[in-house]
Antibody, heavy 122, light 106 residues
Framework: QVQLVQSGAEVKKPGASVKVSCKAS????????LHWVRQAPGQGLEWMGC????????TYAQKFQGSVTLTSATSISTAYMELSRLRSDDTAVYYC???????????????WGQGTTVTVSS | SYELTQPPSVSVSPGQTANVTCSGNKLGNKYTFWYQQRPGQSPMLVIY???KRPSGIPERFAGSSSGNTATLTISGTQAMDEADYYCQAWDRTLGFFGSGTQVTVL
């Protein structure tokens, strides 16, 4: 079945970097944009950016430009989100999500990963 | 930046209708998407492109959009519908979520 499986929880110190993976299965990885959304404890959903796994083209929310790097490895159907210069307010659950329509950057998110908890603490 | 405004909470009695609104500048000119999130779970799509239900979503979920407001309507609300609901829209290639509405079934 179509699914996205994310890497496990991380604990990092302020100033460090974290890289979260999102492995796709059950569909053609290169055909669909993958997005990243985060949710701080007790807060709402926040869109971070996306990648076209076929071309490697990325789009970032203004807030995350310069601190987030999205990449993908097509040979293993895996997308990555790297967040650098971590601060305590980066503590959140990070989700990857697939856009439902092939080749379209912005439409419904039909498949979500299970989420990866990133805790930033000294 | 594009802002989507939702009420923080909506209460509804079992079997009654809950309306969750989402307001944004000229939102009716864009598609609105709605996601349900139960505690400890990933979000789940319940309405796409304003008023379409994905396969497997009960008919009691409906969506509409006009002017600056989109609305998620849950008819015959059940206890299992108690969750947070987020609207979402695209402004060109950038995604934006509303702040979320907690629906409580009393």
């Amino acid at each position: 079945q179509v699914q996205l499986v994310q890497s496990g929880a991380e604990v990092k110190k302020p100033g460090a970097s974290v890289k979260v993976s999102c492995k796709a299965s059950g569909y053609t990885f290169t055909g669909y944009y993958l997005h990243w959304v985060r949710q701080a404890p007790g807060q709402g959903l926040e869109w971070m950016g996306c990648i076209n796994p076929n071309t490697g083209t990325t789009t970032y929310a203004q807030k995350f430009q310069g601190s987030v790097t999205l990449t993908s490895a097509t040979s293993i159907s895996t997308a990555y989100m790297e967040l650098s210069r971590l601060r305590s307010d980066d503590t959140a659950v990070y989700y990857c999500a697939r856009v439902a329509v092939r080749g379209v950057i912005g439409d419904a998110f039909d498949i979500w990963g299970q989420g990866t908890t990133v805790t930033v603490s000294s | 930046s594009y802002e989507l405004t939702q009420p923080p909470s909506v209460s509804v009695s079992p079997g009654q209708t809950a309306n969750v609104t989402c307001s944004g500048n000229k939102l009716g000119n864009k598609y609105t998407f709605w996601y349900q999130q139960r505690p400890g779970q990933s979000p789940m799509l319940v309405i796409y492109r304003d008023n379409k239900r994905p396969s497997g979503i009960p008919e009691r979920f409906a969506g509409s959009s006009s002017g600056n407001t989109a609305t998620l309507t849950i008819s015959g609300t059940q206890a299992m519908d108690e969750a947070d609901y987020y609207c979402q829209a695209w402004d060109r290639t950038l995604g934006f979520f509303g702040s979320g509405t907690q629906v409580t079934v009393l």
